[in-house]
């Protein structure tokens, strides 16, 4: 573990406390009022969808005439009423005050972290399905669903080689074109799509396998664990990946334009203090990186912790979404919009997401 003093973005999530650093931080002439602004929301649909995992803000230029809308947050749910891991269905999208509607029902079941919003107006989503075999949760073959800007499904893509256990994904939006990075959970491995997206159709171009080798095992508390959060940054063409059974962070170099295996990777984090099985990954707007702790592995320390690093390794702070029981961190997401800098958690404990304004871009 490395720990130096330098400019935190969940700072503001402990109101004024730095939790030790020697400096206030990045936000110390902000508004102190208007970056702790938040909204906390339910995430259960009318059909009682439990489970809240993927999350994904609409950008602000999706098209209108849909029924969500630029600054609304996309929430996956891959529990169903009974809370019966990966048989979930829906979709829900959130408004900045908090109100929920259902935004998509999927025909599979078991919707999970693999979730994203293509700025020409699609909804991507993955799915892993959950059978009961004698009462054993068996993970099985997932797919990833694309549906319009109304919640319409128009296309699945299966692939039992390259998208067998979609986990989760990051997208690399180019507008006429984009890539598309999936974690898949039952085999270890990352896959990139390339795609053509026009207003009404999305094609895929290309899929490559860039990584593979992440720890995969089954898992009592969350049915399995292998390599799940995933962000890529454009300006080192860099995918970061937040293997799980791993308690690691990776990165793989060249990851937009490689074209071939690149194994695991570089590690650039372990911390078996603060790393508990990191689950959604995002990169800050200060150019680091924040996992949230999903607590199925390495359970000790503090549970449900979102953990902000730098890419070159070293821990800058600790936020922590619940005191309650484990496992409640799990999808998180972060967007400028209109200039202003919004993040979002979900509490997997209690079927809540909570959205903080964090101000004006720096």
Known sequence: MKLRACFPFLILLVSLESRGLSQ????????????????????????????????????????AGGSIVPGDLLVANINNNSNQQGTGTTIVGISPTGGLAVFATSPLIGLDTALGVLSRGFVIVGNLPVTY?????????GSRQIFNRNGALISTLNDPTLLDSPWDLTINDQGSHAQVFVSKVLSGTVTRLNLSVTSTQLTVVSKTRIGSGYTHQPNAAAVAVGPTGLVYDPVRDTLYVASTADNEIIAIGDAGGRNSNAGTGSLIFRDQTHLHGPLGLVLAPNGNLITANGDAVNPAGTPNDLVEFTPQGYLVAHYQVDAGAPGGAFGIASIISQGAIRFASVDDDLNTVTIWNLGSQF
């Open 24 to 63: 206030p931080g990045f936000f110390e002439n902000r508004s102190i009022l208007n970056s702790l602004q938040s909204v906390t929301a339910t995430t259960i649909p009318s059909n009682g969808d439990l489970n809240p995992y993927g999350v994904a803000f609409v950008p602000a230029a999706f098209p």
């Open 133 to 141: 075999p004698v009462g054993v949760a068996t993970p099985q073959q």
